[in-house]
């Protein structure tokens, strides 16, 4: 049985589970809504023996055409985003994408799998819900929520009931005990097959992963086995992966991030990569279409308000450095293939999401993580060796785990405490917040693939997160001013835009570890060079894309010596887009002294 691994699965220590007496009946859970939305469209035709899966991308303006095209021509709309122009399209025809690709308005076509679609999707069946064992384990401060300062945190704040945690991934237990106080039943799901499915229960687990990231995030305070980093925040399901295989394919990933945008979620948790393909490349149609679809999904939901967090994986990969992939497609028989750096793991390399690299106890990197210079955000514990992660399984269990589907969780318990203090906080802010309040982690002398500095570096990005700092804990040093412009500026063809920040109250000069968080939407970001002006005229280059990085959008925060400018005054952020055939816009940048 396969969990979408290496990115999603704890392969380096299975899961493992005291054996605990007296089963609990469970409790009737409520049913869900279907969002409008994202609710599908009726499926025309049923189950038969060669059906594949394909994403059908317009512009949403031309999806009513797209839906004409896929059905006139041997194929059958099983779900449709309309507010994103993604059409989920099955067909038993091997020419169904050849066809729909030269159909006028129809931008992208991919197939989503390379195995069949099975015949569960039509009739899904329910995943069991496990009888309950009660459990006699009290709390205690485990190793990893002692060294993110999270048992310090929640002397300050344990989080908002208010604030909503959508956990993407195999589902979740909602009977558990150390769940079921904080479960949003009436906002969770199960996105399997790409079409939100509403059935009370349809969200619950179909393995143990998604139980396992659910407690870490948010297990009740409650005297009972553990306490999530965020213990009084609400968690949703939203079951993205399949039975059986396990595996988590675009469609549903797609139907994921539109389901977390209208309802609400703050923050998702994404411990997983978008199989059968470790790195979708953009030079193959199949994977561009599934990197266009899922991009388009992140960009909704993110617009409505919800930050994505996502594991690196685990192959001890330099995900800046792309040479090989051979573990893909997982549905059916793997080939290793040559790739480059545009070839991406997603959604964990899209534009906005958060990547987060796992650490073993201590400040150490896990010997099984993914890094890179430039990939890497943050890291958190994601166990290592004998020190594994431990946090709830189904059935009112519980049992360690390590990965960086691990550590994924515990930035998002940190950024749920961030938000939970600002419910007004934008995505933008809330990554810049993660950056500026992680603790930094030097490389290890020994080891020369961590490139870059103590500030900011491949194996560790930004730092370790810190609970304590985001809930305004006073026992650390306090954290440095922000300032934010939230104002749309235009990126013309071949021009300089600037977009102003006005700085008051700091200070003496800027900082030497000034953090400038940039969100800008382009679709060749090879295209531009961007720079941050102080007000005294003095030009910090952030970065000078390559000619050929043909990938859509920035969203990075830059570390800057500006020591020598005076803080008080009016910074710019200065984009210049040297060539044609490419606008964009500065959606949001920040300045944090």
Known sequence: MALGAPATLATAAPASAPVVPAPAAPAAAPAASLSAASAPSPVAAAWAAGTRAYLVISAPADVAAAKAAVTANGGTVFSSYDAIGVVVAHSTSASFAATLRGVS??????????????????????????AQSATTLTESNRWDMT????DQAWAVTTGSSSVKVGVLDTGVDDQHQDLAPNFDAADSVSCAYGKADTRSGAWRDVDTHGTHVAGTIAAAKNGKGVIGVAPGVKIASVRIAEPSSTLFFAENTVCGFVWAGDHGFKVTNNSYYTDPWQFNCPDNADQAAIIEGVKRAQEYAEGKGSLQVAAAGNSNYDLANKTTDSESPNDSTPAT??????????PTELPGVVT???????????????FGKGVIDVAAPGGDGSNGVYSTLPGGKYGTKSGTSMASPHVTGVAALLVSADPTLTPAYLRSRLATQANDVACPASDSRCTGTTATNAFFGEGQVDALKAVGGTTTPPTGKYFENLTDA?????????????????????????????DIKHTYRGDLVISLVAPNGTVYLLEDFADGDSADNVAKTYTVNASASVANGTWKLRVKDGASGDIGTVDAWNLTF
């Not at 308005?105 to 496990?130: C, E, F, H, M, W």
């Not at 987060?356 to 993580?369: D, I, L, R």
């Open 105 to 130: 308005g129809i931008q992208k076509v991919g197939a989503t799998r390379t195995s069949d679609v099975p015949a569960d999707a039509y009739n899904p069946a329910l995943p069991a819900n496990p």
């Open 147 to 150: 060294q993110i300062k999270a």
């Open 337 to 346: 293939r040559t790739i480059t750096n545009a070839c991406l793991d997603i």
């Open 356 to 370: 987060v690299a796992a650490m073993g106890s201590g400040n150490v990197k896990a010997s099984y993580s993914n």
């Open 490 to 518: 235009a990126i013309a063809d071949n021009a300089t835009v600037e977009s102003p920040i006005a700085v008051t109250g700091v200070t003496g000069n800027a900082p030497a570890a000034l953090k400038a968080g940039v």
